[in-house]
């Protein structure tokens, strides 16, 4: 089986789930809230975590965040490879009842770049400083599920793209520590 018949077979499964997904988008409430979750874990929530941990931390903070700035450029990294390979059509594209409800960063859907990300910076902070746990998983469960509500994602772009986030950090550890 090719990784393009692969993705077809996926995409036939998680219709459902982006169509049920995507009406929840509909409602302007909540399509605000998640693309402005969305947007923030477009990189501003986490440049500005990463500019406080120095004066929250010192030294400390000063390791993490760039500890934090080696995951992120590696996970671009392997996001652009990944996108350029599988050229996944996105469900607000592939489906008409799934609907767009945020603007697209490129054009393909697998892995989700901003799960990748999310994942991949909690991680990190969270193997330093667990105690930022209470604030910051509920962020990135929000990020993730701002995928799917917002029509850009299958789920399996979002499992993918926090898998592909934590074995980044995961095997960071042992360069950054």
């Excluded at 986490?46 to 120095?54: E, F, G, H, K, N």
Aim: proline residues 5%.
């Amino acid at each position: 089986m090719t990784l393009k018949m692969l993705f077809e077979r996926l995409n036939d499964l998680e219709a459902p789930w982006c169509h049920s997904a995507s009406l929840r988008g509909e409602q302007l409430d909540t399509q605000r809230f998640f693309a402005v979750v969305s947007r923030l874990g477009d990189g501003i929530f986490w440049y500005l975590v990463m500019l406080l941990l120095p004066v929250l931390y010192g030294r400390a903070g000063v390791a993490v965040a760039l500890h934090m700035l080696g995951v992120g450029i590696v996970s671009l990294l392997v996001y652009t490879i990944l996108k350029r390979l599988t050229g996944r059509q996105r469900p607000c594209e592939r489906f008409s009842n799934v609907h767009r409800h945020a603007p697209m960063l490129d054009l393909y859907s697998f892995p989700s770049g901003h799960t990748m990300h999310a994942v991949g910076f909690t991680a990190v902070l969270l193997g330093h400083f667990p105690e930022l746990g209470i604030v910051i998983a509920p962020f990135v469960f929000l990020v993730a599920s701002s995928r799917l509500v917002l029509g850009l994602h299958y789920p399996s772009d979002v499992i993918a793209g926090a898998l592909i986030g934590g074995l980044v950090s995961w095997s960071s550890f042992s360069v950054f520590t």
